[in-house]
Every structure is written in C-alpha cells, then in structure tokens.
C-alpha cells in the first residue's frame, strides 16, 4: 500500500534558497557594483556548486507512508534512513512562508514526544500532500489504540461503533491507603 514519493518540485527553489542566503551580500556586491574585481566573480563561481547541492539534495531525498510508520530516505553516497512509527508522533506541524502560499505549498515537521528536535522534516510537499500525512499518521495512531478515548457512553476497551478502536482499558498501579 505504500510507495516511496519524491519531495515537491518546489523544494528546489527553497533548497537553492536557503543554501544561497549566505551568499546573498556577496552576489549583490558582484551585480552593484561598476568595478568588479575578482574575489566577486569566485564568489559567483562558488554559488554554482551550492545550487546544484540542492538540485542533488532533492533528487536523493524520498519519503514513504508505510502501513504504520514514516520512512524519509536521504542520500545517494552517505545514505540516511529514518523510520519514524505513528504511534510516536506527537505533533505533525505545518509552516508556510509567503511564498509558500503563493505557491500552494507547505512544509511539513515531524516531532516526536521523546526527541528533542523535529524527528523528520519534508521540505516542501504540495497541500493535499501534506494533509495525506497528517492523516496517515492519525490513523496509524487510531489504529493502534493510542489516539483513541473513548466516547461517553462507551466502556473502555469496547469499539464505539464498528471499525474503531477505543482506548484500552486502564490498570490500577499504585493504591496508597490511609
């Protein structure tokens, strides 16, 4: 039921985006300026191979919506593969810049309630990309019986209604009396 997908071709302009911010001074001094002396133009030689390291970041970046986990592959030479199971995450968390909304675009954070930083992070998937993940990984948690409670009225560890999983039933662990 899963296949791997590619990040949205997009995430090439935000890739070169981010990887050129720091060069940004430099190439404005190279386009302003009347006399150009050579340190500019090795500056604007030096922008090329940062441009084409986001056109290879995106080309070697794939992720998947397995059964039950989200799966990010990074990497052709130094390989990276992130396994990050719905029943862990804690909070999908969306952001969108100006010029992603213009675009129709948003990226996507993946974080886990024991990491300290985001566990996965798509850079830049189409709206309706986005929303699949989100549900994916909410119903993974349904699934599992964790993002469940049960309904009023239910008793826990019965289904509210077929096809859904409640909450497992709760377990007394400690009882102080006085």
């Not at 810049?97 to 024991?114: C, I, Q, S, Y």
């Not at 566990?119 to 909410?138: G, S, T």
Request: hydrophobic content about 50%; overall charge positive.
């Amino acid at each position: 039921m899963s296949s791997s997908r590619r990040l949205h071709r997009w995430s090439l302009l935000f890739m070169a985006g981010d990887a050129l911010r720091g060069l940004i001074f430099p190439l404005a001094a190279l386009v302003f300026t009347a006399r150009q002396s050579p340190w500019e133009f090795w500056i604007a030689w030096f922008s090329l191979p940062v441009a084409g390291f986001s056109v290879w970041r995106y080309f070697t970046t794939w992720y998947e919506l397995a059964d039950d986990e989200l799966i990010v592959r990074t990497g052709l030479l130094f390989r990276n593969v992130r396994h990050v199971r719905y029943a862990r995450v804690h909070n999908i968390e969306t952001v969108q810049g100006p010029l992603h909304r213009l675009l129709g675009v948003t990226d996507v954070r993946v974080e886990t309630a024991g990491a300290s930083e985001q566990e996965a992070r798509l850079r830049v998937l189409a709206l309706a990309d986005a929303d699949e993940v989100r549900r994916r990984v909410v119903e993974g948690k349904r699934l599992t019986g964790l993002g469940a409670a049960a309904g009023p009225g239910t008793v826990q560890g019965e289904a509210s209604a077929p096809g859904t999983v409640a909450a497992p039933a709760a377990r007394e662990l400690v009882c102080l009396r006085l």
